[in-house]
């Protein structure tokens, strides 16, 4: 009798050329990070404004989601490798320009308010916007299809990893060594991030249907995502599912008036969902799901409904951290699941449109769902606008099962 090979947890971790790309990418969150904690500090400093953070993240967004379905055609038509190389220079350069202008070069602060200061988050939202459908369509050049899978886990790992890293390192070096020093860590992890992705051996240019027109080429990545079920459905539930289920905008007021923790219990309130897709990141990489992975996306996505509802009922601070924990699990589950399956499904000359389609959805719903949650809040008060979303949630699950059959039968 055959004995089954015993899965490989670190397989993907064994090309080293995949190693520096996951250097690379670590890199560039961790400055991004960095950088969104020295910039709001720096901006409430001058402005005392709580409407000027909020036009931090609107400045970022608009060039990064308007030159979207241009840099997936871009990531489909040119060397990848080249593309992360001078968006990696756009923003090292963004960011040296933060770092002159945190000593008011030339008295520009002075002068102009935080004019300079939102310019250059502009151009750091342009590079964002070209560089992601880049780095989405370079990993499957680099591990073979059998470790996509593989990948796509060791991916979210780092970024959720980063992304609980990242502000506290922020945080930590802004409050004890000063915003210049905070702004100095990020263009050396940029500079990093440049070194890893270097180290990338050149890949070849997919081939493409040049018979189409500039905008029938631009458009196929919307056309092919339309005309997939699979993929328009598991974008469609996490659209949703952060669109109206998530609760991050609305946790400075849970923290303050609901559960009186304060600062430093918001602090953690915003690391546990992190921290619990972290975890269940590293134990889907050893425990990978192969069989019924869409009804498992599926059952995610509606805990995630229940999570917050949970959240929002609770009037206690350790049960309410359990909830954003397990929301974060369920959500990694949810990320990894669909991040797979655009990487099986998407031919390999359209995965920077397919990708960019993807960063729409996802980019979009959280800015469009912080507002949501706002007004919502606004209109029913913060706790039933919660349970309000939750409920939306589940019921968003609940018409794609029945309508999403193939979805429903998925396997990885």
Not at 107 to 128: D, E, N, S
């Amino acid at each position: 009798m055959q004995e089954t090979p015993k899965h490989d947890a670190y397989a993907a971790l064994r090309n080293p050329e995949y190693r520096f790309f996951l250097l690379g990418r670590v890199g560039m969150t961790l400055a991004l990070q960095i950088q969104a904690v020295s910039v709001g500090w720096q901006i409430y400093s001058l402005t005392h404004d709580p409407f000027s953070l909020g036009l931090i993240g609107l400045t970022e967004a608009i060039p990064a989601l308007s030159i979207s379905l241009f840099a997936g055609y871009v990531a489909d038509t040119r060397s990848r490798k080249k593309i992360i190389f001078w968006c990696l220079s756009l923003l090292l350069l963004a960011s040296s320009l933060l770092l002159a202008v945190s000593y008011d070069v030339g008295q520009m602060l002075t002068l102009m308010g935080t004019a300079p200061i939102y310019g250059l988050i502009f151009l750091t939202g342009v590079a964002r916007g070209m560089i992601g459908p880049a780095i989405f369509a370079l990993m499957p050049q680099i591990v073979s299809r059998d470790l996509y899978a593989n990948a796509v886990t060791w991916n979210s790992t780092s970024w959720q990893a980063s992304s609980v890293l990242g502000p506290a390192l922020g945080g930590l070096i802004y409050g004890f060594a000063g915003m210049h020093a905070a702004y100095a860590s990020q263009v050396v992890l940029l500079a990093v991030a440049m070194f890893a992705f270097g180290l990338i051996s050149p890949k070849p240019i997919p081939t493409s249907d040049k018979r189409q027109d500039f905008w029938a080429n631009l458009t196929e990545g919307i056309r092919f995502v339309f005309g997939n079920q699979v993929i328009l459905s598991a974008m469609s539930l996490d659209l949703f599912a952060v669109l109206f289920g998530g609760a991050v905008a609305l946790l400075p007021v849970f923290a303050s008036d609901i559960l009186k923790v304060g600062a430093q219990g918001l602090g953690l309130l915003r690391a546990a969902p992190a921290v619990g897709s972290v975890l269940m990141a590293l134990f889907i990489a050893h425990y990978p799901i192969k069989r019924n992975a869409g009804k498992i996306m599926l059952a995610c996505v509606a805990a995630f409904g229940l999570c917050m509802i949970g959240f929002a009922l609770s009037d206690s601070f350790i049960i309410s951290l359990i909830m954003l924990a397990l929301s974060g699990v369920v959500d990694s589950v949810s990320v990894i699941v669909r991040s797979t399956l655009i990487q099986l499904n998407t031919p390999e000359n359209m995965k920077g449109r397919v990708s960019a389609v993807n960063n729409m959805f996802i980019g979009s719903s959280n800015e469009i769902g912080e507002f949501e949650s706002g007004t919502a809040a606004r209109l029913l008060g913060v706790v039933p606008s919660v349970i309000f979303g939750g409920c939306v949630t589940l019921g968003v699950v609940s018409f794609t099962a029945l309508k999403a059959d193939k979805l429903r039968k998925l396997d990885l």
